[in-house]
């Protein structure tokens, strides 16, 4: 124990030092922020392709057709508010979490925050404190810090004078001081979260198949579009190319420069009694059925429902295509510690020595818990275990030191009792210390209760100790671990337990999960991709990871094909958060890994996911119903152009009576409402249990070519059988009137 007293910086050598550029300028978080969120949003394909259409029927003044563009509005607005709505949750929890550290100045030692925080500022430390940049401990008594966030390593790490500690782990017992040696970017817990602060969009099936859809679509409509405008403008009505000359041969006659010509074109536009005005209407009346508007909109509803079913759980989605995505994985790398195991310890089996009594045992063991004044990990779990102190009254205590390993307290006529680790208070060959070691080869933490000869603070103590109980700790599982583990396994979906802390304990942990088999140490994994891949395909447990290779697991895993989700809540998950298809965090866990991830656990139940599954194969199967309906309907428009624009340039060529196209735009967008919007949104919201597949174009192109060819089929038959049959009421021989 060290307890130099070390003056802290002048107010002056902060400001210089945050001057020069040296203060805590943590990086920004990896989220969006507002305007990216609504930028992408509002900057798609399909409001692109609207708006120009809803640009063009404006062009019209009529209003009314212009109904459509209604939907670029719905489908940027749930988006929208959706992502901020999980924005500003992150950036609740980033808050309430945020740590103020108490750093040491001349004015006296006072709390900060972190960004307050400058290179060779003090920084003192307590039980529960966090460590916010990296440093060196220049004080210490009994410090012990827990760096489970950063390297995975369950228990906590004795610190010495001399001996670094990083960013983002913090103190479980003891106190201490340390030195800011790096800050801002420099710190290691900063370094991670800024190599991952890169905003990524979650993968997504749909989403991806919906775009290739658009894009063909967008493709398709600058041949139609020029088709439809050809027969309709031309074709249907002498007059159009009248006033198109009549126009044409002003702008060649005026001599006023370009600003006149331009109002001649506008004059002609706006003017009330064109007569190209319904021709363009049914014009985009052919192209606003081509695009599946609603589709967007369905997809963007079934995942805003799905969103809020799942928040009513604790489950808090930053982007709406996650549910699906977790749907679709078949394999979940699981970190151990903070995700399968809870913080702390707990005792599982008290074994009594020479048939020790277990009550006078239990007694002692309630009783050192409770005068241990700054008690570790495992004293916690010792005083949960043992809560009902007999009330001994201590004539001497031995504080708990990581150099002896042994703490005790002597209660005068009830004994002086110990309890440390058993290889310190027990000779080797000791039957009981030799049992000892075989329960730690199971990955479980034992401490041995003895009754020593002497006065704990006697200068030879312990002396000769009498050994009474082993305790056997072990690190808590989360209760409904095994339960969700079972659940993926029943759904044949491949978990990897992945973790920092050491093969030992993550294959304990593992067993007791229902996971068995050999665990594999990472020190001793291929650096090679493919031998690398190999080995998780061999194995299901693996401790002493490094984040890095957790990441290239992660990658690994996605070489082979799999769809990969990884959990997590420390900055040393960060790497693979990010780079997996789903990466999902504790709400418990670092800021860094709740701002990477696509789903977070608010209240930390990883029994949660097998719900995110369910309500992500709800929107896939529904999306894939009413993408049947949308659909059908855009091949069954894109064919019913072709079909009218085949019978324009017949009319032209072969001197046939021209089409009309039947429909203007709010025609469309009526039907569509009620034919395929209402069933749509009532198939969207229907429960589906059918596991997702692959496949989602072909199969709903599939049908919907099928569908709209014999959807068009009979319409054509319909509307060309009195063209042929000459009848009066065929829309050939209705001209179209000027609009007053």
């Not at 062009?59 to 929208?80: D, E, R, Y």
């Not at 992150?90 to 960004?115: C, F, M, W, Y």
Request: one cysteine or more; glycine letters at 8%; proline letters at 5%.
């Amino acid at each position: 124990m060290t307890t130099i007293t070390v003056t802290g910086l002048t107010d002056a050598e902060v400001a210089q030092r945050v001057a020069e550029g040296k203060s805590n300028d943590v990086p920004t978080r990896a989220a969006r922020s507002i305007s990216e969120i609504v930028r992408g949003n509002v900057f798609t394909r399909i409001n692109a392709i609207l708006g120009v259409l809803f640009l063009i029927v404006l062009s019209t003044g009529s209003l009314i057709n212009g109904a459509f563009g209604l939907l670029i509005i719905a489908n940027s607005a749930i988006g929208i508010i959706q992502e901020i709505r999980a924005k500003q949750t992150l950036d609740k929890l980033a808050i309430v979490g945020q740590a103020k550290p108490t750093v040491r100045r001349e004015s006296g030692s006072r709390a900060v925050l972190p960004n307050d925080v400058v290179l060779d500022d003090i920084i003192e430390l307590g039980p529960g404190d966090q460590i916010v940049v990296d440093g060196e401990v220049i004080e210490e008594s009994n410090l012990e810090v827990d760096e489970s966030l950063l390297t995975g390593e369950a228990d906590p790490i004795v610190k010495g004078v001399g001996e670094p500690v990083m960013s983002g782990s913090f103190v479980v017992a003891g106190s201490g001081a340390y030195r800011a040696t790096k800050v801002g970017r420099e710190a290691y817990a900063a370094k991670l979260a800024e190599e991952a602060s890169k905003f990524t969009l979650v993968k997504s099936e749909l989403r991806n198949g919906i775009n290739k859809i658009l894009q063909f679509i967008t493709y398709l409509l600058v041949p139609a579009g020029l088709l439809t405008i050809y027969t309709q403008l031309f074709t249907t009505d002498p007059r159009i190319l009248d006033s198109l000359k009549a126009t044409y041969q002003d702008i060649v006659n005026n001599e006023g420069g370009w600003r006149e010509s331009l109002g001649i074109i506008m004059s002609q536009i706006f003017t009330t009694d064109a007569v190209w005005h319904e021709p363009v209407l049914r014009m985009v009346g052919a192209l606003v059925p081509m695009v599946p508007e609603g589709l967007v909109l369905m997809t963007s509803i079934a995942f805003a429902v799905g969103v809020v079913r799942l928040g009513r759980r604790q489950c808090l989605v930053n982007e709406l295509p996650a549910i699906e995505g977790l749907a679709r994985v078949d394999v979940v790398c699981a970190d151990k510690t903070g995700t399968l195991t809870e913080n702390g310890m707990r005792v599982s089996d008290l074994k009594a020595c020479d048939g020790s009594p277990t009550t006078e045992v239990a007694s002692a063991l309630a009783q050192l818990a409770a005068d241990d004044a700054r008690p570790n990990a495992s004293m916690l779990a010792i005083a949960e275990a043992f809560a009902s102190p007999p009330g001994w009254k201590a004539t001497a205590t031995a504080p708990f030191k990581s150099a002896t390993k042994w703490s005790g307290v002597s209660y005068g006529e009830h004994g002086n009792w110990v309890i440390g680790a058993p290889d310190v208070l027990l000779d080797s060959g000791s039957p009981v210390a030799e049992q000892a070691e075989q329960i730690g080869a199971q990955g479980l933490r034992v401490l041995l209760i003895g009754s020593s000869d002497r006065a704990v603070d006697a200068p030879q103590a312990p002396g000769t100790v009498t050994p009474v109980a082993l305790v056997v700790l072990e690190q808590r599982i989360r209760p409904d671990a095994a339960d969700t583990i079972e659940y993926f396994s029943s759904q044949h979906v491949s978990v990897k337990v992945i973790s920092g802390d050491n093969a030992v304990s993550v294959g304990a942990v593992a067993g007791k999960l229902g996971l068995h088999g050999e665990t594999m140490d990472a020190r001793r994994l291929p650096h090679e991709p493919d031998q690398l891949a190999e080995a998780l395909d061999e194995y299901t447990t693996f401790g002493r990871v490094r984040p890095d290779q957790k990441r290239s697991m992660v990658h690994a895993l996605q070489s082979r094909g799999h769809t990969v989700a990884m959990t997590g809540d420390g900055v040393n998950d960060v790497l693979a958060l990010k780079d997996a298809d789903i990466g999902v965090a504790m709400g418990s866990g670092s800021s860094a890994s709740r701002a990477v991830a696509q789903i977070v656990l608010l209240d930390n139940k990883f029994a949660t996911l097998p719900y995110v599954v369910g309500e992500g194969r709800r929107v896939i199967g529904n999306i894939e119903r009413v993408s049947n309906l949308f659909l059908t309907k855009t091949v069954y428009s894109v064919l019913l152009a072709v079909l009218v624009g085949l019978a324009g340039l017949s009319s032209k060529w072969f001197g046939t009576d021209p089409l009309l196209f039947p429909f203007q735009p709010i025609h469309v967008t009526i039907a569509a409402w009620f034919t395929i919007g209402i069933p749509a949104f009532i198939l969207s919201l229907a429960p589906n249990t059918e596991r997702a597949h692959t496949g989602f174009v072909r199969r709903v192109m599939t049908a919907a070519l099928r569908r709209a060819w014999w959807s068009a089929r009979s319409r054509s038959s319909r509307t060309w059988w009195p063209i042929k049959a000459g009848s009066p009421a065929s829309p050939s021989r209705r001209r179209p009137r000027p609009r007053h």
